[in-house]
Structures are given as C-alpha cells and as structure tokens.
C-alpha cells in the first residue's frame, strides 16, 4: 500500500482519488441540474390535451440523466464487458462512498434505475407481451369461448399525479425532485468545480493532472527531525482551484475589464 505524509492511504484513495472524485461530482451535479430542468418543464407542459408534443421526449431526457445518476450512486455488483478487476473494484467503491459523502439514505428513489432500464428495453417487454398472446379464432368465439386479453405494456406521463410509468413499473417525481434538489446542493458543497456554469469546462479542470499532495507549496515537511520548511504558511498560499477559477472569470470577462 502507498504511504503519504500523514499515513497509508486508503482502498477507495488508492483507486479514486482527488481528482477522480472532483471529476464524478462535477458529472453528478450537471446530471441532476439536467433532470432537475427536465421535471420543471413537465410540469409546465403537464395537464394538456392532447398532451404536448414535447412530453415524452422530455420524459426521455430526464430518464437518461435520473437513471445516469441513480448507476453511478448504485452500480450494482454485475460486472461490464469492458471491466477490468480494478476498476470493477473502483466503481463498487466509489458508489459506496459517494452515498456516504452525499448522504443519500438507502431507500432513497435516486438508488433504483429500474424505470430507465426498462424504458431502455421497452421493445423487449413488447416482444414479450406479444409472444404470450393467443390468436381468437371465431370458432372459439361461436363455441362460447370468452377470449381473454393482456393489455400491452405502455410508456406515460400522468400529469394530475405527476408519475410517470414505463412497462408496470413507476416514479413518483414529487419523491425524486426534491432528492434531485439535495443532490446537486451537496455536490457543489463537496465540489467547487461542481457549481461551474460550464459543465464541459468544469469537467475538463476537474481532470487535469495535479501534483502529489506532498509536493505542494502547504505541504507539512516529509523529513520533521530534519526542520525543513517549505517556506510558505498554509494560509499565505491560495488555493490553486480558486486561482483556476479566477482566471477562467478573467478569461470570459470584456478584456477590458480588470482581471481579478
């Protein structure tokens, strides 16, 4: 296991580290914005009819980003093709922490991506339903047969209870709205760069290589008996994200306007 200044570090350190974490926050926080922006025009298109244009593929987008967050909080123990051991390891880990650090409870609705998943495949729970049913004869009609009749499965919106439905299973957004809310909220007090106007530019700062934290200028001193100094007191050395931050303010302002 890898030492650092303070100690060894940690399983979930050793496979997500600093700016994995600020990468995923950021990834979360644009998700729940997305899906936050998507029940809001639900709302204002909800209880017309015909019901508006729009609806559902406002529906869809809001499943795309609900069910993106609900994989990255609760991964599930099923391994990916694409999986290697360790970062299988990673996203077990990293869902298991991200929970703690949210503070998202275990019954809470962002853990469940049933909806999506079966929105995603709806075609095949159709190919299901269909393969079940059993063609009417009229002479079976005639012999007093009363033919039974499975109803299909059905994608909706129900706008007077603000639901919606996807092949027998359900979501209540008056449940998921409000945890949406906390999420984002939690994200950008976790993630400065989770706040970022934009999610693209945030994402990319969020990646950038940084130094180990050892090497930086508030670093406390590797070798104490030695009394080496860094030469800078922790409070003198500003933050590099604030710095980050100041000059991508900078860079969008009028150029001539004082930089900050």
């Known amino acids: 296991m890898r030492q650092r200044h303070d100690g060894p570090v940690t399983e979930i350190e050793e496979l997500w580290d600093r700016q994995g974490r600020a ?3 950021v990834q979360l926080a644009e998700r729940a914005r997305s899906a936050i922006g998507d029940v809001i025009d639900l709302n204002a298109m909800g209880g017309r009819r015909p019901p508006h244009p729009q609806e559902w593929r406002q529906v869809k987008s809001f499943l795309n980003s609900y069910g993106g967050i609900c994989r990255i909080l609760n991964p599930g123990s099923r391994k990916q093709k694409a999986d290697t051991a360790k970062s299988h390891q990673l996203r077990l880990l990293r869902g298991e ?3 703690r650090l949210l503070r998202v409870a275990a019954d809470s609705p962002l853990l469940n991506a049933e909806i999506r998943n079966k929105d995603e495949h709806f075609d095949e729970y159709f190919d299901q339903w269909q393969a079940r049913q059993h063609l009417v004869t009229a002479d079976e009609i005639e012999a007093g047969q009363r033919p039974t009749h499975e109803v299909a499965p059905v994608r909706r919106f129900h706008a007077h209870t603000w639901t919606i439905e996807v092949a027998g299973e359900s979501l209540a957004l008056r449940l998921v709205y409000p945890a949406l809310l906390r999420l984002e909220a939690r994200c ?4 400065p760069l989770a706040g970022f106007p ?7 700062l969020a990646t950038m290589p ?3 934290v050892e090497l930086r200028l508030d670093a406390p001193t590797r070798r104490p008996h030695e009394g080496v100094m860094a030469g800078a007191e922790p409070a003198d ?3 590099l994200e604030v ?3 100041q000059a991508v303010t900078a860079f969008r302002k009028d150029p001539d306007e004082p930089a900050p």
């Not at 934009?198 to 990319?204: G, K, R, T, V």
């Open 97 to 99: 922490e991200l929970r």
């Open 188 to 191: 950008r007090e976790l993630e």
């Open 210 to 212: 940084q130094l180990p």
């Open 23 to 25: 990468a995923t926050l």
């Open 237 to 239: 050395v500003p933050d």
């Open 198 to 204: 934009d999610p693209q530019l945030a994402y990319l």
């Open 243 to 245: 710095i980050i931050g």
